[in-house]
Protein backbone atom coordinates (compact mmCIF):
# COMPACT_ATOMS: atom_id res chain seq x y z
CA UNK A 1 0.00 0.00 0.00
CA UNK A 2 1.14 3.74 -1.05
CA UNK A 3 1.82 6.06 1.58
CA UNK A 4 -1.25 8.39 -0.16
CA UNK A 5 -3.26 5.33 0.49
CA UNK A 6 -3.17 4.92 4.04
CA UNK A 7 -6.18 4.47 6.13
CA UNK A 8 -6.65 7.21 8.96
CA UNK A 9 -6.67 4.57 11.46
CA UNK A 10 -2.73 3.56 10.63
CA UNK A 11 -1.80 7.05 12.15
CA UNK A 12 -0.51 7.40 15.64
CA UNK A 13 -3.93 7.87 17.77
CA UNK A 14 -2.52 10.97 20.01
CA UNK A 15 -1.63 12.79 16.00
CA UNK A 16 -4.81 12.23 14.99
CA UNK A 17 -6.55 13.51 18.33
CA UNK A 18 -4.09 16.90 18.17
CA UNK A 19 -4.34 17.36 14.37
CA UNK A 20 -9.02 16.75 14.67
CA UNK A 21 -9.09 19.09 18.01
CA UNK A 22 -8.18 21.79 16.28
CA UNK A 23 -11.09 22.16 13.82
CA UNK A 24 -15.02 21.93 14.81
CA UNK A 25 -16.05 18.91 12.80
CA UNK A 26 -14.18 15.51 12.71
CA UNK A 27 -16.29 14.40 9.88
CA UNK A 28 -18.67 15.80 6.99
CA UNK A 29 -21.73 17.35 8.04
CA UNK A 30 -23.26 20.45 9.24
CA UNK A 31 -25.51 22.77 11.46
CA UNK A 32 -28.11 22.74 8.73
CA UNK A 33 -27.84 18.68 7.83
CA UNK A 34 -27.99 17.94 11.43
CA UNK A 35 -31.35 19.90 11.87
CA UNK A 36 -32.54 17.81 9.10
CA UNK A 37 -32.19 14.67 10.47
CA UNK A 38 -33.92 16.12 13.77
CA UNK A 39 -36.93 16.96 11.89
CA UNK A 40 -37.66 13.29 11.13
CA UNK A 41 -37.28 12.71 15.19
CA UNK A 42 -40.62 13.37 16.79
CA UNK A 43 -40.70 11.24 20.08
CA UNK A 44 -38.25 13.98 22.45
CA UNK A 45 -39.40 15.73 25.80
CA UNK A 46 -37.49 17.25 28.43
CA UNK A 47 -37.39 14.29 29.98
CA UNK A 48 -35.23 11.94 27.33
CA UNK A 49 -32.48 10.60 27.11
CA UNK A 50 -30.17 10.75 23.72
CA UNK A 51 -26.75 9.19 23.37
CA UNK A 52 -23.95 11.00 20.56
CA UNK A 53 -22.08 7.94 20.03
CA UNK A 54 -18.63 9.02 18.37
CA UNK A 55 -19.21 12.60 19.46
CA UNK A 56 -15.89 14.22 18.35
CA UNK A 57 -15.66 17.76 19.97
CA UNK A 58 -19.14 18.02 20.11
CA UNK A 59 -19.72 20.30 16.74
CA UNK A 60 -23.15 18.45 16.29
CA UNK A 61 -23.80 17.60 19.35
CA UNK A 62 -24.28 21.33 20.57
CA UNK A 63 -26.62 22.16 17.23
CA UNK A 64 -28.52 19.27 18.49
CA UNK A 65 -29.03 20.57 22.17
CA UNK A 66 -29.40 24.08 21.51
CA UNK A 67 -32.87 22.37 19.25
CA UNK A 68 -33.77 19.75 21.12
CA UNK A 69 -35.49 18.72 24.67
CA UNK A 70 -33.43 16.26 27.15
CA UNK A 71 -30.14 14.54 28.12
CA UNK A 72 -27.32 14.25 25.78
CA UNK A 73 -24.40 12.00 26.57
CA UNK A 74 -21.54 12.60 24.32
CA UNK A 75 -19.41 9.30 24.34
CA UNK A 76 -15.68 9.36 22.62
CA UNK A 77 -12.48 7.14 22.43
CA UNK A 78 -10.66 10.08 22.70
CA UNK A 79 -10.39 12.11 26.42
CA UNK A 80 -8.89 15.02 25.01
CA UNK A 81 -11.93 15.41 22.38
CA UNK A 82 -14.17 15.23 25.44
CA UNK A 83 -12.31 17.50 27.25
CA UNK A 84 -13.32 20.21 24.49
CA UNK A 85 -16.65 18.54 24.27
CA UNK A 86 -17.26 19.49 27.81
CA UNK A 87 -15.83 22.63 27.35
CA UNK A 88 -18.30 23.77 24.50
CA UNK A 89 -21.09 22.67 26.40
CA UNK A 90 -20.37 25.20 29.55
CA UNK A 91 -19.29 27.82 26.57
CA UNK A 92 -23.26 27.25 25.66
CA UNK A 93 -24.60 27.03 29.12
CA UNK A 94 -25.69 23.63 28.40
CA UNK A 95 -23.70 21.78 31.11
CA UNK A 96 -26.79 21.26 32.40
CA UNK A 97 -27.82 18.41 30.16
CA UNK A 98 -25.22 17.67 27.70
CA UNK A 99 -22.71 16.22 29.18
CA UNK A 100 -19.18 14.26 27.69
CA UNK A 101 -18.10 10.96 28.55
CA UNK A 102 -14.73 8.97 27.69
CA UNK A 103 -16.06 5.29 26.31
CA UNK A 104 -16.20 3.24 23.66
CA UNK A 105 -18.86 2.16 21.01
CA UNK A 106 -17.73 -1.14 21.28
CA UNK A 107 -18.62 -1.05 24.92
CA UNK A 108 -21.79 1.05 25.89
CA UNK A 109 -22.56 1.47 29.64
CA UNK A 110 -26.55 2.24 29.37
CA UNK A 111 -28.95 0.38 30.83
CA UNK A 112 -31.10 -1.82 28.46
CA UNK A 113 -34.39 0.53 26.87
CA UNK A 114 -32.70 3.61 28.70
CA UNK A 115 -32.53 5.88 24.74
CA UNK A 116 -34.76 7.93 23.07
CA UNK A 117 -32.40 8.61 20.69
CA UNK A 118 -28.97 7.35 19.75
CA UNK A 119 -27.32 9.97 17.75
CA UNK A 120 -23.85 9.48 15.84
CA UNK A 121 -22.77 11.54 12.60
CA UNK A 122 -19.80 10.62 10.68
CA UNK A 123 -18.57 7.83 13.65
CA UNK A 124 -20.59 4.62 12.86
CA UNK A 125 -18.02 3.14 10.72
CA UNK A 126 -15.81 2.79 13.61
CA UNK A 127 -17.35 0.30 14.86
CA UNK A 128 -19.58 -0.78 11.38
CA UNK A 129 -22.42 0.27 10.59
CA UNK A 130 -24.54 -3.25 10.56
CA UNK A 131 -22.76 -3.97 13.61
CA UNK A 132 -23.60 -0.51 15.43
CA UNK A 133 -27.30 -0.40 14.22
CA UNK A 134 -27.67 -4.18 15.77
CA UNK A 135 -25.67 -3.96 18.80
CA UNK A 136 -27.01 -0.08 19.71
CA UNK A 137 -30.86 -1.29 19.21
CA UNK A 138 -31.05 -2.60 22.82
CA UNK A 139 -30.04 0.67 24.64
CA UNK A 140 -33.42 1.92 22.41
CA UNK A 141 -37.19 2.18 23.57
CA UNK A 142 -39.56 0.71 21.46
CA UNK A 143 -40.40 3.41 19.51
CA UNK A 144 -36.84 4.99 20.09
CA UNK A 145 -35.02 6.18 16.73
CA UNK A 146 -31.64 5.64 15.43
CA UNK A 147 -30.18 8.37 13.69
CA UNK A 148 -26.76 8.00 11.72
CA UNK A 149 -24.75 9.14 8.76
CA UNK A 150 -22.66 7.05 7.26
CA UNK A 151 -20.18 7.10 4.14
CA UNK A 152 -22.04 5.03 1.28
CA UNK A 153 -21.76 5.16 -2.96
CA UNK A 154 -24.42 6.58 -4.95
CA UNK A 155 -24.41 4.23 -7.67
CA UNK A 156 -23.45 0.67 -8.37
CA UNK A 157 -20.63 1.41 -11.30
CA UNK A 158 -17.64 3.27 -9.91
CA UNK A 159 -13.95 4.36 -11.19
CA UNK A 160 -11.56 2.24 -9.92
CA UNK A 161 -9.18 4.51 -8.39
CA UNK A 162 -11.77 5.90 -5.62
CA UNK A 163 -13.38 1.80 -5.48
CA UNK A 164 -10.06 0.77 -4.52
CA UNK A 165 -9.32 3.85 -1.92
CA UNK A 166 -12.74 3.30 -0.20
CA UNK A 167 -12.22 -0.72 -0.24
CA UNK A 168 -9.57 -0.16 1.70
CA UNK A 169 -10.57 2.36 4.23
CA UNK A 170 -14.00 1.59 5.09
CA UNK A 171 -15.01 -2.06 3.11
CA UNK A 172 -18.41 -2.23 4.50
CA UNK A 173 -19.39 1.21 2.33
CA UNK A 174 -22.31 0.36 0.20
CA UNK A 175 -24.99 1.27 -1.69
CA UNK A 176 -27.97 2.91 -0.06
CA UNK A 177 -30.34 0.59 -0.61
CA UNK A 178 -28.63 -1.85 0.90
CA UNK A 179 -27.59 -0.23 4.16
CA UNK A 180 -31.64 0.92 4.09
CA UNK A 181 -32.46 -3.41 3.82
CA UNK A 182 -29.79 -3.86 7.17
CA UNK A 183 -31.45 -1.78 8.89
CA UNK A 184 -34.83 -3.49 8.40
CA UNK A 185 -33.37 -6.40 9.20
CA UNK A 186 -32.06 -4.72 12.66
CA UNK A 187 -35.40 -4.21 13.38
CA UNK A 188 -35.84 -0.85 12.32
CA UNK A 189 -38.64 1.29 10.43
CA UNK A 190 -36.53 3.38 8.20
CA UNK A 191 -38.19 6.36 8.52
CA UNK A 192 -35.94 8.90 6.53
CA UNK A 193 -33.13 8.83 4.49
CA UNK A 194 -31.28 11.68 2.82
CA UNK A 195 -27.84 12.46 1.00
CA UNK A 196 -25.82 15.07 2.73
CA UNK A 197 -25.12 18.15 0.36
CA UNK A 198 -21.85 18.89 -0.66
CA UNK A 199 -20.54 21.56 1.31
CA UNK A 200 -20.75 18.93 4.00
CA UNK A 201 -16.98 18.24 2.41
CA UNK A 202 -16.34 21.20 1.20
CA UNK A 203 -16.78 24.06 3.49
CA UNK A 204 -17.36 22.21 6.74
CA UNK A 205 -15.22 19.59 6.63
CA UNK A 206 -11.94 20.60 4.44
CA UNK A 207 -11.85 24.26 4.30
CA UNK A 208 -11.02 24.44 7.76
CA UNK A 209 -8.53 21.66 8.09
CA UNK A 210 -6.54 24.35 5.51
CA UNK A 211 -4.99 26.32 8.13
CA UNK A 212 -4.98 24.02 10.90
CA UNK A 213 -2.73 21.41 8.06
CA UNK A 214 -0.60 24.95 8.07
CA UNK A 215 0.14 25.12 11.69
CA UNK A 216 0.46 21.69 12.70
CA UNK A 217 3.14 21.06 10.07
CA UNK A 218 5.21 23.89 11.83
CA UNK A 219 4.58 22.76 14.90
CA UNK A 220 5.16 18.78 13.89
CA UNK A 221 8.22 19.93 11.26
CA UNK A 222 10.49 17.32 10.22
CA UNK A 223 7.96 14.53 11.66
CA UNK A 224 7.80 12.23 9.09
CA UNK A 225 4.49 10.35 10.31
CA UNK A 226 2.55 14.11 10.99
CA UNK A 227 3.29 15.10 7.16
CA UNK A 228 1.49 11.66 5.94
CA UNK A 229 -1.25 12.67 7.78
CA UNK A 230 -1.49 15.91 6.42
CA UNK A 231 -0.93 14.25 3.30
CA UNK A 232 -3.45 11.56 3.47
CA UNK A 233 -6.52 14.36 4.70
CA UNK A 234 -5.21 16.39 1.33
CA UNK A 235 -5.26 13.32 -0.61
CA UNK A 236 -8.81 12.30 0.58
CA UNK A 237 -9.96 15.68 -0.35
CA UNK A 238 -8.56 16.00 -3.89
CA UNK A 239 -9.97 12.50 -4.66
CA UNK A 240 -13.33 13.72 -3.47
CA UNK A 241 -13.49 16.56 -5.84
CA UNK A 242 -12.76 13.99 -8.53
CA UNK A 243 -14.94 11.48 -7.71
CA UNK A 244 -17.52 12.81 -5.45
CA UNK A 245 -20.53 12.10 -7.76
CA UNK A 246 -20.32 7.97 -6.95
CA UNK A 247 -20.12 8.67 -3.24
CA UNK A 248 -20.97 10.77 -0.03
CA UNK A 249 -22.42 10.95 3.55
CA UNK A 250 -25.92 9.33 3.86
CA UNK A 251 -27.71 10.27 6.96
CA UNK A 252 -30.04 7.03 7.64
CA UNK A 253 -33.22 7.26 10.15
CA UNK A 254 -34.64 4.26 11.82
CA UNK A 255 -37.83 3.75 14.39
CA UNK A 256 -37.05 0.43 16.71
CA UNK A 257 -40.18 -1.35 15.99
Excluded at 133 to 160: D, N
Aim: proline share 4%; charged share 25%; net charge negative.
Amino acid sequence: MSEENKSIHEFDFKLICEYFSSVERQGPGSPEVTLKALSFIDNLTGESHIADIGCGTGGQTMVLAEHAPGHITGIDLFADFIDIFNANSRKRNLQDRVRGIVGSMEHLTFQKEELDLIWSEGAIYNIGFERGISEWRKFLKPGGYLAVSEASWFTRRRPVEIERYWQDAYPEIDIISHKVGQMEKAGYIPTATFVEPENCWTEHFYAPQVSAQEKFLKKHAGNKTAEELVENERHEARLYEIYKEFYGYVFYIGKKI
